[in-house]
């Protein structure tokens, strides 16, 4: 009796001390704004009000120095990994494989993501927003191997790609996807998804804590807001960006953000004096910053709602909150859609120009994409109740950070183990430092940071930082090196590398060892749509990514499908599968075809492996993507029941633009199948100059219409 007495005792307290072990480990919510600058929100030096952000930061502690990757995919593989982008696969953007590991731009198998840490930890895992780390053709081709589901996730809603309209965008829901229902508002689904995940995971799951990464889109273009909220900054930015960016440092000061012999940037070259426009354009203008600002007041409501959530179930003090932005403002020059008109409504499609941008980055220069500290700095601010010490509220940490340090803290708090392996793959090791002795008042001797993204360079160490600019189409060059010491100059105002050429040198060695580490080189100077149309002629011809990529055309007055075939009939696992049950009344009205850009002169070769269930017979072109001149290639493609290799060799293209290899099924009879794979589209070049050529030569292939980050920007 007393034996078992004993043996109850000693397992209850077994079991009570596992339980309390498990609530004392924090929720986790790591809150990611997108494309928002530097200087944005109130409690940074902002006029946009932010009072849930701004009450965070009162009851937490702000860092002066914290760093992003300078873009939005770099960064946001960097933050979900605790590696450099590279490391993890992303070292550009999630919208074309360039061809290496570091730049294959789908988030590899070598990395973890904090949910697959944090699950065997006990953690319960969520995600809504932004996911942005699956190349974009996968996502086309619905290849759902990279989703957050698959990477760790429990539950997930949002948007795959990179961006979207805030009133019709695709919604992602785990792996399905759909059209947003009417009176839809991307900002606030994503925060009442995120409330909605928080409540039922205490009704269904409360033993456990949870992780959760809430990936706003906001206040990423396209400038999109509701008018009511407009109307609250309808006249804050009628005064001009020279005086709010004034008024913003003024403000920085006040609170203890930068020392009162900081230097202020002067405003950007190629931003005219407010004084300079006409009335028309500053009514313009100042509206392209009142949305803007109306979409960061929205985002704040929303985390407004996740606090006040928390709070409801007891749980906001052992809730650990992050809250930083992607990269630095965005000086994109965005315009499109069916409207022009500046007023947030969904026809619309518009940026707010680097003229709003260079007030975003006060007080810095630059911005996304570049690696000075208006592309590169960020907000951040850490709000713990139970795990900051309650003297440090409302201070700034003085140390510098970085994104790799997300995941450090994460895995620390949750006493989760980051792993060597993981599913019979090695895992590179985790790169950055847990923030949490900063947490209590202490240091954590953060060490060197390093940054390369469009050979955009930097190194941070110490006070010392390595930084230079490289301009599109133009080969990096060590002259460019700038040096800095952030501690007396954190806007970059005194470039010492003449002073101290040593140390520039010394410094650079050490970046350039870490670049060629990480797979970073050849540096990658192309403009973005050069990269595309590029990215446009590595055909998916083996539909590794089904058929993303593919335009798929079935006609009214046909009945046939187009899909992809896994039974192996060709070479590979995959293959397309045309199924013919009605043609329709013209051979087009059928047919799969592969857009890309041509120029005048260019010839290629097609290659294909093809057969069919029975003998038929369908057309192979190479021609205008419009269809209004001749055909470069035109075969007539006789197949049956035996496999057969087919290649042909196309004519000079007449003149340049853009241009399709289009298959036309509507010669098949009902019944009929066919098998497609391994299609080869193989440039045949006359000789170097016309190589180069080619990726020099700008057309207007791409129309600016995507609602995805692929849309073409100019440069600023």
């Known amino acids: 009796m007393h034996i078992r007495i004993f043996s109850f005792l000693f397992f209850y307290i077994i079991s009570i001390n596992a339980y309390a072990q498990k609530k004392s480990k924090p929720n986790i919510i790591v809150i990611l704004a997108d494309d928002m600058g530097f200087s944005d929100i109130g409690c940074y030096g902002g006029e946009v009000q932010t009072p849930n952000i701004n009450n965070l930061a009162k009851e937490g502690i702000r ?151 809430v990936a706003y889109t906001s206040p990423h273009w396209p400038l999109h807001a509701p008018k009511e909220v407009i109307e609250k900054y309808k006249n804050t930015y009628s005064k001009g960006w020279d005086a709010t960016r004034e008024a913003r440092f003024k403000r920085q000061k006040e609170i203890g953000l930068f020392d009162n012999d900081t230097k202020l940037t002067p405003r950007d070259a190629r931003v005219p004096a407010w004084s300079t426009l006409d009335e028309k354009a500053k009514e313009e203008m100042s509206m392209r910053m009142a949305i803007y600002a109306a979409q960061i007041d929205i985002m704040d409501q929303g985390i407004g709602r996740i606090v006040n959530s928390l709070k409801e179930l007891g749980q906001l003090d052992n809730t650990l909150i992050l809250f930083l932005s992607d990269n630095g403002a965005c000086a994109e020059y965005i315009s499109s859609g069916k409207s022009k008109a500046v007023d947030g409504t969904e026809e619309t499609f518009e940026s707010y120009r680097i003229n709003w941008a260079n007030v975003s980055s006060t007080p810095f220069k630059e911005y996304k994409h570049f690696t000075h500290e208006g592309g590169i700095a960020t907000p951040l601010i850490v709000h713990w109740p139970d795990g900051v010490k309650k003297d440090l509220n409302n201070h700034f940490v003085t140390e510098y950070g970085h994104l790799t340090d997300i995941m450090a803290t994460c895995a620390d708090v949750a006493k989760a183990t980051y792993p060597a392996t993981f599913e019979g793959h090695e895992i590179v090791p985790m790169q950055g430092k847990s923030l949490a002795p900063h947490f209590v008042g202490k240091s954590n001797n953060r060490g060197k940071v390093y940054w390369e993204h469009e050979a955009n360079i930097a190194l941070r160490d110490g006070k010392w930082k390595l930084v230079a600019k490289t301009e599109e189409d133009n080969q990096f060059s060590e002259s460019g090196l700038q040096l800095y010491n952030m501690e007396t100059d954190p806007t970059e105002m005194n470039d010492l590398s003449k002073q101290q050429p040593e140390r520039v040198q010394s410094m650079y060695k050490e970046w350039n060892s870490w670049a060629h580490s990480i797979g970073a080189f050849p540096l990658d100077t192309r403009e973005y749509n050069v990269r595309m149309r590029a990215y446009k002629r590595v055909i998916n011809g083996s539909f590794d990514d089904n058929l993303g990529g593919w335009n798929i055309k079935v006609g009214e007055d046909a009945n046939a499908t187009i899909d992809i075939d896994e039974t192996g009939q060709i070479s590979g696992k995959k293959s397309a599968m045309i199924s013919m049950t009605k043609p329709g009344n013209k051979p087009a009205a059928v047919n799969m075809n592969w857009a890309f850009p041509v120029k005048k002169g260019e010839r290629f070769e097609i290659k294909l492996k093809t057969k069919s269930k029975t003998a038929t017979s369908y057309f192979a072109r190479l021609e205008k993507a419009d269809g209004n001149a001749e055909k470069i290639i035109n075969e007539n493609i006789k197949v049956g029941n035996k496999l057969n290799d087919f290649h042909f060799t196309s004519a000079p293209a007449p003149e340049a633009g853009s241009y399709k290899l289009a298959l036309y099924f509507g010669t098949l009879k009902p019944g009929d199948q066919v098998w497609l794979d391994d299609i080869e589209l193989i440039t045949l070049k006359n000789n170097y100059a016309e190589a180069i050529a080619f990726y020099m030569f700008i057309d207007a292939f791409h129309g600016c219409g995507s609602e995805q980050e692929t849309c073409p920007v100019s440069k600023y």
């Open 63 to 213: 860092y002066k120095q914290f760093y992003n990757a300078a873009r939005c995919c770099p960064t946001r593989a960097s933050l979900v990994t605790g590696l450099y982008p590279h490391q993890a696969g992303m070292g550009w953007m999630a919208a074309a494989d360039l061809g290496t590991p570091a730049y294959q731009d789908n988030l590899n198998n070598e990395c973890v993501t904090i949910a697959e840490v944090l699950k065997p930890a006990g953690y319960s895992t969520y995600m809504t927003g932004k996911w942005h780390l699956t190349n974009e053709r996968k996502i086309d081709g619905y290849v759902t191997d990279n989703w957050p589901v698959q990477r760790g996730f429990d539950r997930y809603f949002g948007i795959i790609p990179g961006g979207a309209n805030y009133y019709t965008p695709i919604i992602y829901s785990n792996n399905k996807r759909y059209k947003a229902p009417e009176n839809f508002y991307l900002t606030d689904a994503i925060s009442d998804t995120s409330v909605k995940y928080i409540q039922e995971h205490f009704t269904g799951n409360a033993d456990n804590p949870f992780f959760m990464y």
